[in-house]
């Protein structure tokens, strides 16, 4: 087996795990941190706008272009007269970006760059977009994101409960803000593509975070019935019993988009695949930390602000002091006697939590 | 191995078989469908086949709506124009509610048809200034009588046969003294002349035939400069070429006088045309019709907006008093003389027809320009994109090259860490991969959908959410064999909670690419779509192929006995001894009772 297998196995008995709950105010900490860092950063640098946000021309020539970049942007500039901004791609083609001229200026410019450059002018692939085009991306995004966001809130608290729901939501807002902090310091340029791509990672992110959230609601469904575990014992537990499937499905996930980013931006430079790929590999990776450090951690929380469960855990530390000076039993005993005797014994030898538990359970079962 | 005291597998193994065949004869039959339509290939969208894209985003003008028959009105002139272009396989699509996407595969006139297709729908009743046949080939064949007939009114005085091929205007009227082969090129500078001098007010009087002076425009279209321009313009003007037609109505102002070409009869005929008189959205209504009555055969009806109907009615008195061709009015719709019918009386009251010997075709045709140029809808572009075979072919290379090389990756790590189950996994994937790639297929000829570049990314981050389903059940059939089950009962008890979490994620994944696929335009769209069909696709993989193939394989021996290389040796799995149960059920919360940390 392989190293994470018996990784699994180990995270599976619980022999090892990390306590991702407990811990949280930590990666509270970090994760408020990374949003002040990516606030700041989009105040400011702001975000790099691509030219699909104020309007202009991208040519791109074909591959193995002779034409020196300084050139180049001598032609471009002088054909348009505006500055222009020339890239030279990975497989050695040239893409030229003249901002701020329209439909009209640009077919003229195309005719006198294909001259320059000794082209054929069909060669000469051009990208032309009105200023408010990507403006309209954009706000289309908005809107679907924030149809979205409702959508899936509403399903989260049907499905599961509206703390979920709301954790969900945080660590979806997280994810945003920490791809666009990103790309605000690193300065990478955002085009419609990279709208995409963050689009993508809304259904990615939660996708991630719902498999927690299933497994937390599956263990704790009869969690008052019992003293051992509070709910935060549980919640760590499933993030610890999913961490293998959610490093699984990451690892899975960011391969092939890896394989995109590289392919797209070694081979090809700048272009559509690129800025899809690298917008869903910087937020696949905030989507896989922000469901295991934020969404379930912040369950908890929520969860033990409860009644029910402020009682449950009250308990269960009663017991675990009682336990503490009886010794290490369970350290030592089998599972079966673990599990039969703080259930069982527990409650019996404290009245005052069992009658409390008796006068919950009816309510509790349905 | 663990002996399974509660096995379940009886009742949940139903007939994995059945289940088997019949995503095998789905995929067969699908296939089947595919080879037998003859579109064995997904239809390629514009930026990877190469050709140009349009992007046109629709403006209310004067109060009028944008609504889904206004958009439809808008999509059909555009088809029109892109394929009266000869443009083949172009289309033109709403997109959202309230743009326009023009897609012109590759082909030597997409930059036209941008010219084209990018234009305001706008249509102008101009009076006609001078008008001659255009370039070499002005041919036309036919004597005049019918060259005007499909665009005048009919001729009530019999047309004059005279065969002086070469001019078109003058033969309709009754009168018409000044027609002759030379007087029309002079004709043409008088006007303009007179367009300069400064009085050219009332061109009332029906003047003697000699100088077609006056016309009501003159004071419009500025000095002698704008004359001067506008003569030269016309002198150069060569309406058998299709840039110069193009160019000819380019960015006119309503109130400018311009050239512009027309076609009437096979042959092309150019004009000089005064300031717009009525506007095409003043016309109310156009319909074809078929005269019973006056036995005149087909004509076109019109009825015009109660402004239109002023305005009319005074440009048709001025113009009925004028000599051949000033006495027509030129229909121009994007700056192409589509009609220039002539005028015999002032029009009042509103309503108007065009007569001719008009066949049916013609006829509704013209009607509909008329109310398609009544359109109130104008758009702006907002996206052109052309792209050259070479480049998209090449970005589809590199798209499909990321993708193996994506899947080539995902399936290394599914071996090193699922071992045997990674057949499992890729079996999955590769059905998942085909009936995508034949549903994308078959989506082409069915609801026009085009893979384009973003949808190639979706279709290769799927690979990754297709993965996920298996990963989700393959890590719980491993947490119920570490249980101390048996494959058999751990393959059926891991299934309904795998298939839970599946079925809630994957609902979040579709919700996610169905909000973007409603709510986004173009690109995005694209993608959003390739992602819903593949998260459904994902669901019908893993029901109908993965959850029974595991079954089956659950029951062979290398996987039943956990071998080494199966991937799920209990051994390696970290299993418990044989679970004892105790008095309680498999609670969830005592169902994986584990040691839990202090």
Redo the contacts between chains.
Sequence with gaps: ??K???L???L???EI?Y?FVGKRKVWYGVSILITITAILGLAVRGLNMGI?FQGGAVF?T??KMSTSVAKAEEYANEASGHQSVVQKLG?GSLRIQIAGID?DQ??RIKQELAKDLNLDP?????????P??GE??AN??W??LA??MI??VI?LAI?FEWRMAIAALVALIHDITITTGIYALVGFEVT??T??GL??I???S??DT??VF??LK??????T??T??TYS??AN?SIN??L??SI??T??????????L???GG??GA???ND??LS?FVGLAAGAYSSIFIATPLVADLKEREPAMKALTKRVLAKRAQAGAEE?L??RGG??A???APAVVGPRSQPAARGRGRGRTPGKRR | MAAPKRGRSASAQSKPGRSLALILIAIVALTGGMFLSGHTTPRLGI?LAGGTSI?L?AKADQGSAINKANMDTAVDIMNRRVNGLGVSEAEVQTQ?TDNIIVNIPKGTNS?EAQEQV?TTAKLYFRPVLASEPSGAAAKSPSPSASSSGSSSPKPSTSPSSTASSKEKASSTGSTSPTASATSQGRAVSDALKADATPSPSASGSGKPSGSPSATPSASASGGSNAAGKLQAQYAALDCTKPTDRANAGKNAKPGDSIVACGKVDDAWYKYVLGPAAVDGTEVKKAQAVFDTQGASGWQVQMTFTNGGAKKFADITGELAKKQPPQNEFGIVLDGEVVSSPYVRTAITGGQAEISGSFKQEEAQSLANMLSYGALPLSF?????????A??GG??LH??L???A???A??VI??V??YRGLSIVAMASLLVSAILTYVIMSLLGPAINFALN??A???A??A???T??SF??YF?RI??EI?EGRSLRPAVERAWP?AR??IL??????????A??F???????QG??FT?GLTTLLDVVVVFFFTKPLMTLLARRKFFADGHKWSGL?PK???A?PPL?R???PA????????????
């Design positions: 087996m392989s994470l297998g018996n699994g196995a180990r599976h008995r619980g795990s306590d699909e791109t074909p591959t497989n439909t640009s077919d069909e060669k000469l692939a051009a990208d032309l977009v009105g408010s085009w309209q991306i289309k995004a809107e679907g149809i979205f959508l899936v399903y499905a419609p593509g709208v995409i689009l993508t809304l259904g990615y939660l996708y719902v498999v299933d497994s599956e263990q704790t469904k009869d969690i019935k019992q051992r575990w014992d549980i537990r019993g999913t293998v499937r699984n499905t690892v899975v996930a960011l391969l092939p988009v890896a394989g995109l590289f392919i797209g081979f090809l272009g559509t695949l899809i790929s869903l290490d369970a350290d599972d079966d673990d599990e039969a | 930026d992007t985003k959202g930059k990018g702006q572009e907002q996206s052109v994109t052309t792209v050259t070479a480049l090449e970005q590199a798209g090259l990321a993708g090389i994506g899947l990756l995902v790590y599914l090193v860490y570049l973003p190639v990314c979706g290769i981050v690979i990754g959410i993965a996920d990963i989700v890590e491993r947490d570490r909670r839970r979490t809630v994620s994957d609902f979040v994944s579709f919700l996610a690419a909000v973007l409603i709510v986004t335009v173009g690109k995005v993608f959003a992602l040796d390696s799995l970290g418990k004892r105790t008095r309680r609670g969830p919360v005592a169902g994986p009772a584990d040691p839990k940390e202090a």
